[in-house]
């Protein structure tokens, strides 16, 4: 079967890209957006002048401001109820993955019924839902491109995977500007996620020569200045660097799926409250160790891509290089174990059978090199945790 590859129908990126917000609704055809972001970005000065760009364009906007970081079912319920009330056409999200994901989320019920938890993967949803415009502020989630939303059921804790063509945003607008406040911790966690996302959709068992062009991309790029960054927050080339390798990452992952590292992430995320690049960048040298030697000369070539190996360095060495300089990585980023996260022991070894149960169920560590029993998901939440 030919890979069925699926992108946002407009894609704007560079700096200044968010201005074009206006140009871009209209050519859509579109006239009343509800924007959805979170209550940090409805203080900034750039949404109020992108909500004054809206009205002056003839746009009726309105604003949800509710998002929370791992969006809930409470908050998508009531922003249906909000987009309900306002008789609105389209969702505009604007910020990281959570207010992206949230707008998603939202036009998923609002355009099709029901409650989140009918769309859990495995789950897809390809009919058409209420069109999103995303304006991501962070390089890392990649939901500005991806047919993925994130979403913790309330009832359950359960960070749910909803999948399908209905949650691809129509448009993307891609601006490295509205990066450059990102202080040092948000920008290593959220470039941590990035690639993760391009290094889990190259060795994904989805894999195919149109994501891998992307990912080697993101790797090549965001592995070059990811350290830049966190260094530096205010180095604008990197940051612009950093915002294209993200998107590319999204675009990946989209198109291949992601694999056992964002399997085990989203429990811990869900039961910990831990950001979710954090909780990748916790996970992936250890992961990686584990399902190296399935697909030694896949991780290979991601350590040739990202210059850790060269060409000269046979398979095993490479990819052995690749783990040992994610550790070095996470050290130079300052990445916490859970355990100097603060997270209690008998907590984590307690909830560890319950996560080891969700992060199979969600389907993508089906995709990993190595595909894990649940006992063996069980003995890795171990290892990570000190």
Not at 97 to 107: F, M, V, Y
Request: net charge negative; charged share 20%; hydrophobic share 45%.
């Amino acid at each position: 079967m030919a890979p069925a590859i699926a992108l946002p129908r407009i894609m704007r990126i560079g700096p200044g890209a968010s201005a074009e917000l206006p140009e871009v609704l209209r050519s859509l055809g579109l006239s009343r957006p509800l924007v959805v972001t979170d209550p940090f970005l409805a203080e900034q000065a750039f949404l109020r002048d992108l909500l004054q760009a809206l009205t002056d364009a003839g746009s009726e906007p309105g604003l949800f401001t509710e998002t929370v970081p791992d969006p809930t079912t409470t908050v998508v319920d009531h922003g249906v109820r909000v987009l309900h009330e306002g008789s609105y056409d389209c969702l505009v999200g604007i910020g990281g993955g959570s207010p992206i994901d949230t707008a998603k989320a939202i036009a998923l019920l609002a355009g099709h019924g029901g409650r989140m938890r009918d769309y859990n993967a495995p789950t897809v949803t390809d009919e058409p839902a209420l069109p999103v415009v995303a304006v991501p502020t962070t390089a890392g989630s990649g939901s500005e491109s991806t047919r993925f939303s994130i979403i913790t059921d309330v009832d359950t804790d359960e960070k749910m995977l909803c999948a399908g063509l209905a949650l691809l945003p129509q448009a993307a607008l891609v601006d490295a500007d509205l990066t450059l406040a990102m202080p040092p911790r948000l920008t290593a966690d959220t470039g941590v996620d990035a690639l993760v996302h391009a290094v889990e959709a190259f060795v994904s068992a989805k894999a195919h020569p149109f994501s891998d062009g992307l990912a080697r991309e993101a790797m090549r790029t965001l592995f070059a200045h990811l350290r830049t960054v966190y260094r530096d927050p205010g180095d604008r080339a990197a940051r612009e660097a950093m915002m294209l390798g993200a998107t590319q990452a999204g675009l990946a992952f989209s198109n291949a799926s992601v694999a056992l590292v964002h399997g085990m992430s989203r429990p811990v995320g869900a039961h910990f409250h831990v950001a979710h690049g954090l909780s990748n960048a916790m996970l992936m040298p250890t992961v990686t160790a584990f399902s190296r030697p399935s697909a030694p000369g896949r991780y290979a070539e991601c350590a040739r891509v990202m210059g850790i190996a060269g060409p000269q360095d046979g398979d095993e060495a490479a990819s052995l290089a690749l783990v040992e300089e994610l550790r070095r990585l996470n050290e130079d980023l300052g990445v916490p174990t859970p355990k100097s996260y603060g997270i209690d022991a008998d907590a984590w070894r307690d909830l560890t059978p319950l996560m080891a149960e969700q992060a199979l169920a969600s389907g993508s560590p089906a995709n990993n090199p190595r595909v894990p029993s649940v006992e063996e998901i069980e003995s890795l939440y171990a290892s990570v945790y000190a």
